[in-house]
C-alpha cells in the first residue's frame, strides 16, 4: 500500500500538468460538465481530454485518500475498507478462472493497485492499459516496489483502440473504467477483439440502476454531480451495459448488481454520518481536514493555483455517490461475466 502524505499530495497535484496550468486545465475540465454549461456530447466527443485532465487533477488525491486501489467494494459486516477492497478483486480473479502464466488485461488500469493485487493473487502475467501519462508512470514506480515489474506491464492507450493483436489475451477484467467510455458498445468490441476464444472478460461498472428517474430533478442533480466529480461522459443504465455486451458478440454468463446485497453499504466510507480511523482520510471528518489543508498549501505555494478547486469537485463527488447509493439510483459494482464464444 503507497504512503502517500500531504507533501506527495501537493508536489503531486495536477499529474503532468505543468503546476502554472493547473488553474486553466481546471476550468477547462469544469467547463465539460452540466454545472458549468457543459453537455453530454461535447463530454463523449472529447472523452479522452476529459478524462486525462482529470486524472491528473485527481490521482494524488485518490492515492492520498483510498491508498493503490481506487474503486468501492461489497463488504461484509467486520470488514475493513481495505479488507473489502482485496476481497473484491480476488473475487473478479476467481470468477475469470486466472491460472498461473496466463496473460491478463486490466482495462483502465489506474496507477496498478488491483494489478498488483490479482497478480500476486493468481501468479499471472497482468498488463495494464492507461491512457494517462502519469498515472503509468506512478504505477511503474509502484510495480518496482512491490516486485512484479517483471511479470506486469503498462501500456499507454486509448481503450477504444487498443493496439494489441486479435486474441491476445487469456482474461480480461475492467474495475470501475470502462465507465468513461464515450459508447460502451465500441469499448466491450474492443475487449471482445483481444480476448482469446473461450475466455472471458469481467467488470464491476459504474451505472445509474432501473430506479433512476430521468425527469426527476433531483436525480439529474445527482447523476451530475457524480459525473463532474469523476471524470464521467455519462453515465449508463445497467441495461444499457447488458445490451452492449450481448451486441459486442458476448455470451453474458450472469450479471447483477452486487451492491443490492451488500450488508455495509458501498458508500458508507463517504457517508457523513460514518467515522472510521481505518479510513480516516475518506471520512467527512478527513475531507475537511483535507479540504482546508489543501486551501493553505494553495496559499502558501506548496500546491498549485487551481488545488482547492479540485478539491471541491471532488467533494461534490462524493456527496453525490452517498445520495445515489442511498436512494439506490446508481451503483458503482454492477457486475458481470461474459464469455467470447469458441
Not at 468490441?189 to 482469446?196: G, N, P, Q, T
Amino acid at each position: 500500500m503507497s504512503k502517500s502524505g500531504s507533501l506527495d499530495l501537493a508536489s503531486n497535484l495536477g499529474g503532468n500538468i505543468d503546476k502554472s496550468d493547473v488553474l486553466s486545465a481546471v476550468e477547462k475540465y469544469e467547463q465539460y460538465h452540466v454545472f458549468h454549461g457543459g453537455d453530454e456530447e461535447e463530454r463523449k466527443a472529447n472523452y479522452t481530454d476529459m478524462v486525462n485532465k482529470y486524472y491528473d487533477l485527481a490521482t494524488s488525491f485518490y492515492e492520498y485518500g483510498w491508498g493503490e486501489s481506487f474503486h468501492f467494494a461489497h463488504r461484509w459486516k467486520g470488514e475493513s475498507l481495505r479488507e473489502s477492497i482485496k476481497r473484491h478483486e480476488h473475487f473478479l480473479a476467481l470468477q475469470l478462472g486466472v491460472k498461473p502464466g496466463q496473460k491478463v488485461l486490466d482495462v483502465g488500469c489506474g496507477i496498478g493497485g488491483p494489478l498488483r493485487e490479482i497478480a500476486r493473487f493468481s501468479n499471472s502475467s497482468v498488463t495494464g492499459l492507461n491512457n494517462n501519462e502519469y498515472q503509468i508512470i506512478r504505477g511503474k514506480e509502484l510495480n518496482r516496489l512491490a516486485g512484479v515489474d517483471k511479470t506486469c506491464n503498462f501500456v499507454k492507450a486509448d481503450f477504444m483502440k487498443m493496439p494489441f493483436p486479435e486474441n491476445t489475451f487469456d482474461a480480461v477484467y475492467a474495475i470501475e473504467a470502462t465507465c468513461h467510455a464515450p459508447d460502451a458498445y465500441g469499448c466491450y468490441k474492443e475487449i471482445f477483439r483481444v480476448l482469446k476464444p473461450g475466455q472471458c472478460f469481467a467488470a464491476y461498472e459504474w451505472c445509474m440502476t432501473d430506479a433512476f428517474d430521468p425527469a426527476n430533478a433531483q436525480h439529474q442533480k445527482i447523476k451530475a454531480e457524480i459525473e463532474i466529480g469523476d471524470g464521467l461522459p455519462d453515465i449508463r443504465l445497467t441495461s444499457k451495459c447488458l445490451e452492449a455486451l450481448k451486441q459486442a458478440g458476448f455470451e453474458v454468463i450472469w450479471e447483477k448488481d452486487l451492491a443490492e446485497d451488500s450488508p455495509v453499504p458501498w458508500y458508507l466510507p463517504l457517508d457523513k454520518n460514518h467515522f472510521s480511523l481505518s479510513s480516516f482520510r475518506l471520512t467527512a471528518v478527513g475531507r475537511f481536514i483535507t479540504k482546508n489543508m489543501v486551501k493553505v498549501l494553495e496559499y502558501i505555494r506548496l500546491a498549485p493555483k487551481g488545488s482547492q478547486r479540485v478539491s471541491d469537485f471532488l467533494e461534490k463527488a462524493a456527496e453525490g455517490l452517498v445520495d445515489g447509493g442511498r436512494r439506490e439510483i446508481f451503483t458503482p459494482m454492477y457486475f458481470f461475466l461474459a464469455r467470447k464464444p469458441e
